[in-house]
């Protein structure tokens, strides 16, 4: 589908928006964990409580990623031999993957 | 793709010998449109992380493991999901057909 030289492209393409996309995840799980865990302005500093459940928040948060990001992939994966089979049934429709 | 953890699928492995991708043209159309697809699969996979969180995590940070209920609840959510992405693609597929796509979709007269 894509020869050699577009591959070496699409590769650099993922890999950049790859690492943009790792600093928006960052800065989106602080801001999450930030905003569900403090709610105490009466010191600077964390309390132990608020330590906590920063700790918790981030653990869950990324759990929650990753088992999303299993199911997206299986059903991604279906969708995909579903689109396939349809179209090796009817070669006439366009090709257009997720609609 | 070893940050997103979805995986499989799109476009396999690496390129094959440096060489001979030197005298290949490349469509910089064929590269749009994967880009573009890129970009909707990435975009459509956030939503529903930060979707499916909100409907089915409360924020309340017992422990750090997800507990059956939550776990059950995301893989639930996540079928959903695509379900509704698919009615809604075939809906506006049906609406194009009808009106004219870009009638359709930006409300402005043919």
Sequence with gaps: MYNDAEKQQIQKIIEQKQMRDFLKF?????????????????????????????????????????????????????????????????????????? | MSFYPFGGGSSGGGSSGGGSSQQQAVNAQNVAMAENELEMITDTFYRIVDSCYKKCIPPKYIEGELNKGESVCIDRCVAKYFEVNTKVGEALQKRGQQAGVGGAVTGFGA
């Design chain 1, 26 to 99: 960052y800065t989106n799980l602080i801001e999450r964990c930030f905003n569900d865990c403090i709610n105490d302005f009466t010191s600077k500093a964390l309390t132990s409580k608020e330590e906590t459940c920063i700790g918790r928040c981030t653990d869950k948060f990324l759990k929650h990623n990753e088992r999303v990001g299993q199911r997206f992939g299986e059903l991604n994966q279906q969708l995909m031999q579903q689109q396939q089979q349809a179209q090796q049934s009817q070669p006439q429709q366009s090709s257009g993957r997720w609609f």
